[in-house]
């Protein structure tokens, strides 16, 4: 393609459906700090002291404030809003399922994994899931619409 064609807004295009391959993947990195988590319930509303009273949390079953499963989750939302498929997908749907705590401090990957392409729909089908070290702390699957090149 002559770069003089080229359109600004394509350059902040991610992936189109057509390069997209079951297997590919990405990840996104974050150390969870104890104002992620204030600012996250405050955005949220989500005012539980489970998440924002450190007495209240030490005297449940995680013995201290944990992130907002849901701060988390939105670390998947950065992989595939950002970088796979990227600029330009839309999601559909996403389920989850939390398997551990996040407390600050916590450094969350979160990966994102092409599963399925649904050719009729310009969908991706995405296995999601976010790990503390080698601890998978949240997992799930995410439909996400993808553009193609010559939409």
Do not use: W
């Not at 450190?54 to 701060?71: D, P, R, V, Y």
């Not at 749907?93 to 009729?120: H, S, W």
């Amino acid at each position: 393609m002559d770069t003089a064609t080229v359109s600004p807004l394509d350059k902040l295009h991610g992936f189109y459906f057509e390069e997209l391959e079951i297997g590919q993947s990405d990840t996104y990195t974050r150390k969870v700090t104890e104002s992620d988590i204030l600012v996250f319930a405050g955005v949220s509303g989500d005012t539980n002291p489970v998440h924002l009273n450190h007495e209240f949390a030490s005297e449940t079953m995680f013995e201290g404030c944990i992130a907002h499963g849901l701060l988390t989750a939105s670390y998947i939302s950065t992989v595939i809003g950002t970088q796979l498929p990227g600029p330009g997908c839309i999601y559909v749907g996403q389920n989850l399922k939390f398997r551990a705590p996040v407390k600050a401090g916590d450094e969350v990957t979160a990966k994102a994994t092409i599963v399925e392409k649904i050719d009729d729909k310009r969908f991706v089908i995405i296995k999601t899931e976010c790990l503390v070290g080698d601890k998978v702390v949240l997992d799930g699957e995410a439909t996400i619409m993808v553009p193609t090149k010559g939409a």
